[in-house]
């Protein structure tokens, strides 16, 4: 399983993204651009998210909204499950085959998952999904706080 960040505490996850950016921009250079080959200048942190769906975040008093971009694919292509504490979003983009010959391309295609550590007061019965316009909106209810209850414990002769 892929290492789980907090919904609301994100960390760079363990990936493959360094290998996917030198396949990426070995395809993409050729057979022109060869310099895009070279290493980018980007920082290695911003790099690994380069093929990751982009993820937002937002709480308010009684749910927690995560909105994640997936241009260019449907809900069939996307799964969504709570196992445990963890919430995971999965899903492929499918390469367009057609038969013309392309030369150039920064579209990008395979798997993906992300993994959230949903927070203590997630209610996880009391998640909904939509899908429109590319964008995964995902609304998680927050669990009602137990109410705290005095109870009388009776104390009976040895």
Do not use: C
Request: aromatic share 8%.
């Amino acid at each position: 399983m892929t290492d789980a960040k907090s919904l609301t505490n994100p960390r760079t996850p363990a990936s493959f993204g360094d290998f996917d950016q030198v396949v990426n921009r070995m395809m993409r250079g050729w057979p022109f651009n060869w310099p895009d080959l070279m290493p980018s200048s980007e920082p290695r942190a911003l790099r690994v998210f380069e093929h990751m769906p982009k993820v937002e975040v937002k709480e308010n008093g009684k749910s927690y909204t995560v909105s994640v971009e997936l241009p260019g694919l449907d809900e069939k292509d996307v799964k969504v499950q709570v196992e445990d504490d963890v919430l995971t979003i999965s899903g492929e983009k499918k390469i367009e085959r057609a038969d013309d010959k392309t030369h150039y391309s920064e579209r990008s295609y395979g798997s993906f998952t992300r993994a959230f550590t949903l927070p203590a007061d997630a209610d996880h019965n009391g998640i909904t999904a939509t899908f429109a316009k590319g964008v995964l909106a995902l609304q998680i209810a927050k669990a009602a706080a137990p109410r705290a209850e005095v109870k009388q414990v009776d104390i009976k002769p040895a």
